[in-house]
Nanobody, 125 residues
Framework: QVQLVESGGGLVQAGGSLRLSCAASGRTFIAYDMGWFRQAPGKEREFVAGISWSGGSTAYADSTKGRFTLSRGDAKNTVYLQMNSLKPEDTAVYYC??????????????????WGQGTQVTVSS
């Protein structure tokens, strides 16, 4: 079992920045691919960014590419999502997720086994 805890959400003005963190505990001796997803009211959960267990590969949604950066901490059980140039349409609950490693990073929520509780990000115009 893996437990994921997100932190770093909040309220920010358009154009501002936030950094989200996700700390994993439990069976962390097994490396996991990790991802961030978000869900706005009335919308489906969507992929934001993903990173491989080694940190060597990353993937981003078209809507976040160039503005968001996902990285892993040295201990590999923490990931950081740096969000710059935030827009009102980035407003959502952001979820951290983990899955066993694969050759190709996946962007679909059902393939992720473990999920955090979510952290709210609100971008005002």
């Amino acid at each position: 079992q893996v437990q994921l805890v997100e932190s770093g959400g909040g309220l920010v003005q358009a154009g501002g920045s936030l950094r989200l963190s996700c700390a994993a505990s439990g069976r962390t001796f097994i490396a996991y691919d990790m991802g961030w997803f978000r869900q706005a009211p009335g919308k489906e959960r969507e992929f934001v960014a993903g990173i491989s267990w080694s940190g060597g590969s990353t993937a981003y949604a078209d809507s976040t590419k160039g503005r968001f950066t996902l990285s892993r901490g040295d201990a590999k059980n923490t990931v950081y999502l740096q969000m710059n140039s935030l827009k009102p349409e980035d407003t959502a609950v952001y979820y951290c997720a983990a899955k066993p490693p694969a050759r190709v990073l996946t962007t679909t929520p059902p393939e992720y086994l473990y999920w955090g509780q979510g952290t709210q990000v609100t971008v005002s115009s």
